[in-house]
Nanobody, 124 residues
Framework: QLPLVESGGGLVQPGGSLRLSCAAS????????IGWFRQAPGKEREGVSC??????YYLDSVKGRFTISRDNAKNTVYLQMNSLKPEDTAVYYC???????????????????WGQGTQVTVSS
């Protein structure tokens, strides 16, 4: 079983919302920085957001539209995505890294654990 499992992807119209979940069964996510990444067809993977004990980060193109949050009781991290655009279409992955516990960067590598990804399609 993968340490991280994403869910919540799907097909949504432009302007719509989705909430992605990143759940863990074998590790305690409150001991890790969690990052959300995405990869569109033909494009390189890019870091969308991350959350650590003292920081959060958002890609410029999602600022004001996406919100990352934790629910430690559920051992889950969420990515609330509002005002979705066709260019947000991609496979979204979550990742966990213990070394970034205090400060996260989506540009850091490698991350300890990855999920299998969930497809987000924004289309009318």
């Amino acid at each position: 079983q993968l340490p991280l499992v994403e869910s919540g992807g799907g097909l949504v119209q432009p302007g719509g919302s989705l909430r992605l979940s990143c759940a863990a069964s074998e590790i305690s996510l409150d001991n890790y920085a969690i990052g959300w990444f995405r990869q569109a067809p033909g494009k390189e993977r890019e870091g969308v957001s991350c959350i650590s004990r003292s920081s959060t980060y958002y890609l410029d193109s999602v600022k004001g539209r996406f919100t990352i949050s934790r629910d430690n009781a559920k051992n889950t991290v969420y990515l609330q995505m509002n005002s979705l655009k066709p260019e947000d279409t991609a496979v979204y992955y979550c990742a966990a890294d213990r070394r970034q516990y205090y400060y996260c960067s989506v540009y850091a590598a490698p991350w300890d654990y990855w999920g299998q990804g969930t497809q987000v399609t924004v289309s009318s």
